[in-house]
């Protein structure tokens, strides 16, 4: 089976960074989409960015400039550098995966079919 596991959340101040994880397991597919998506308390889950096979990205509007979505294929890891945060980023962080994917990578949820379980980001 194919699993998404997150890490690297955590509280940090205003204007600091993070740097959130993905491992992939049972997974090696090369033309995959991967995302990450984040979900505030009462508001609907959203596209953060998001990556294809060929290393093109997108990113929403909220975190253009602030965020690098990257991927180390050898080990099976996505990754999302978060920097300047603010507190309006607070929300679980998840990533997902789809084995098809477009150019530029998709930012709806609704593309994804393999989901992590999240990993929180508290900015305050």
């Known amino acids: 089976d194919v699993q998404l596991v997150e890490s690297g959340g955590g509280s940090v101040q205003a204007g600091g960074s993070l740097r959130l994880s993905c491992a992939l397991s049972g997974y090696t597919y090369s033309r995959n989409c991967l995302g990450w998506f984040r979900q505030a308390p009462g508001k609907e889950r959203e596209g953060v960015a998001a990556?294809?096979?060929?290393?093109?990205?997108n990113y929403a509007d909220s975190v253009q400039g602030r965020s690098t979505i990257s991927q180390d294929k050898a080990k099976n890891t996505l990754f999302l550098q978060m920097n300047s945060l603010k507190p309006e980023d607070t929300a679980m962080y998840y990533c997902a995966a789809h084995f098809v994917c477009f150019r530029p990578p998709p930012l709806h949820p609704s593309h994804y079919n393999v989901w992590g379980q999240g990993t929180q980001v508290t900015v305050s």
């Open positions: 990556i294809g096979g060929d290393g093109s990205t």
